[in-house]
């Protein structure tokens, strides 16, 4: 009879993953993740029967914590652009203070193991969020033909944003005023 699944031990794997997937990249093998979370491989498994399943369970719970920093204290009633530089400002405080997480979850975005579904989750999690976006973002960047590319551009620039303040950190605000301005500049409806 298999033993039951701990919570504990389902969470010290994905905090695992996001270590070796930062350091090594998705070819992160499982045995790395497994030893990093202190379990053997075959326990890794008993929770994620596939590495793709392990990808997408992270990517959710990335997504979750990420979303939850930008949304607290949000005004979904308010203006459209300070609501949006808020949550640029929690993004990149969130990737400043999580480092190793936000290198993760851009390397999860970026790839093809993101399946609709937990993309989905993801989307039904905070849908004021992505409905204050939504509602910033110029029309060209929200149809399918554009909407990665202008996503890559945000992501681009929170990233380069980020690099900057870890590198002078007590210009980050600077920083984060300057990016924000580029973003609105570049993205979104004036």
């Known amino acids: 009879m298999a033993r039951p699944r701990s919570e504990d031990k389902r969470m010290a794997i994905l905090e695992a993953a996001i270590e070796a997937i930062a350091e090594a990249g998705l070819g992160a093998s499982t045995a790395l993740i497994a030893r990093k979370a202190r379990v053997a491989e075959?326990?890794?498994?008993?929770?994620?029967?596939?590495?793709d399943e392990l990808h997408n369970a992270l990517y959710i719970h990335l997504k979750q914590g990420f979303c939850q920093s930008m949304i607290d204290k949000l005004d979904s009633k308010g203006d459209h652009k300070e609501n949006t530089r808020y949550i640029w400002?929690?993004?990149?405080?969130?990737?400043?203070?999580?480092p190793q997480a936000n290198l993760t979850m851009r390397k999860l975005e970026v790839s093809n193991r993101i399946t609709e579904e937990s993309e989905q989750v993801v989307n039904d999690l905070y849908p004021e969020m992505y409905e204050i976006c939504e509602q910033a973002v110029s029309p060209v960047f929200r149809s399918p033909e554009f909407r990665n590319f202008g996503d890559e551009m945000f992501f681009a620039l929170a990233q380069t944003t980020m690099e900057f303040a870890a590198r002078e950190p007590h210009r980050t605000d600077d920083f984060k005023a300057t990016g924000f301005d580029a973003v609105w500049r570049a993205l979104c409806v004036s």
């Open 42 to 51: 075959g326990t890794l498994f008993r929770y994620f029967a596939t590495k």
């Open 89 to 98: 400002n929690r993004f990149i405080d969130w990737g400043l203070a999580h």
